[in-house]
């Protein structure tokens, strides 16, 4: 072998595909839309409130008349839809809010129809806002240790959301990870006459520590215990995972959630890959949204190109819709 002889070169040479601004852009295969995200907003009672929300920057509790304002921005925005969550004037053990046709979500639900009809409504359909005790359902005793009672919250939540239906929502979402929650609500929307209407389950929901700003912004750290008795270990397998979105599937979900998102890309990409055709949805939750806004005012990051690199990635691994909460930043980037 001579050591003076030229090394031989690349033939195939991927730098080709990078090289030019438009080379790159005529290959790309996952790209963000302002059609893709749902923004989550937090509505609270009274008049003219707008409560800035400190662990979760350029974000507020909004009262019910200063919602249309935000929801016509939305629009403008062409963003996908809204998902709403209410903070009551008043919480009881059984969050009876939640289930009052003139409670908050009920009243910014009829305003999302009388401003924007067009836009997606989506409610999150869970206890955990409206609780005295900030647990997702009724709690009862056993073996002196206080625990929900997941069978006496599932008719709890059938009524939750035909009460949300019947003030506008267009697509529910129970949230609280509870035993056959998707069967109770389908079954209470059927005999309701609302068939149409369909159901996104947050089907894999983990214990995580990336929630503590949404529940400043909701109020709702349980007032004892944790919600490690029905959302999923951070350190399961991903069969647990597909064991929860298919029995969620059976029960009638037309559309599945993992939640958090960024943690969990090998879940998104294994429930995609499994289950291939059901619309996927994953929640960059508070915790991600946080903690670029947090970097980005220590100069640390660049906040819009870390927010859309962890968009696409959640994209990437097989994601249709984005739950974000920087959904009017990127919307307005994707546009520009």
Not at 5 to 24: E, I, K, Q
Not at 49 to 57: G, T
Not at 166 to 172: F, K, P, T
Not at 319 to 336: D, F, N, P, Q, R
């Amino acid at each position: 072998m001579n050591p003076d002889a030229p090394l031989p070169l690349p033939t195939t040479r991927l730098r080709r595909l990078r090289h030019l601004p438009s080379v790159r852009a005529i290959v790309r295969e996952v790209k963000l839309s302002a059609e893709k995200l749902i923004l989550p907003l937090f509505i609270c009672s009274g008049k003219d409130l707008c409560k800035p929300i400190e662990s979760m920057p350029g974000h507020s509790q909004l009262s019910v008349n200063l919602l249309a304002e935000e929801l016509k921005k939305v629009a403008d925005l062409g963003i996908g839809g809204v998902m709403l969550f209410g903070i009551p004037p008043a919480k009881d053990a059984r969050g009876s809010d939640s289930l009052s046709d003139d409670g908050v979500i009920q009243q910014a639900l009829r305003i999302v129809k009388e401003s924007t009809p067009e836009l997606l409504a989506i409610t999150d359909v869970c206890f955990c806002e409206y609780t005295d005790h900030g647990h997702c359902g009724v709690l009862t005793e056993k073996g002196g240790q206080l625990d929900i009672d997941n069978d006496a919250t599932l008719e709890l939540l059938g009524r939750q959301a035909v009460s949300h239906v019947r003030a506008g929502s267009d697509l529910v979402a129970p949230s609280g990870m509870m035993d056959g929650m998707v069967g109770a609500i389908r079954e209470s929307l059927d005999r309701a006459d609302y068939q149409h209407i369909p159901i996104m389950s947050y089907a894999a929901k983990y214990a995580s520590s990336f929630y503590g700003p949404f529940r400043d912004a909701v109020e709702s750290a349980p007032e004892h215990g944790d919600r490690r008795t029905h959302q999923m270990d951070p350190a399961s397998g991903v069969g647990q995972a597909l064991r929860e979105v298919a029995l969620d599937l059976d029960e009638g979900a037309d559309m599945v959630m993992i939640k958090p998102a960024l943690a969990y890309l090998d879940i998104v990409s294994q429930v995609a890959q499994q289950f291939p055709g059901v619309p996927l949805a994953a929640y960059s939750v508070s915790g991600e949204y946080s903690m670029i806004h947090a970097a980005a005012e220590r100069g640390w990051v660049d906040a819009k190109a870390a927010t859309c690199e962890m968009l696409t990635a959640m994209h990437r691994a097989g994601a249709h819709l984005l739950v974000t909460y920087a959904a009017k930043e990127v919307a307005e980037w994707v546009s520009s």
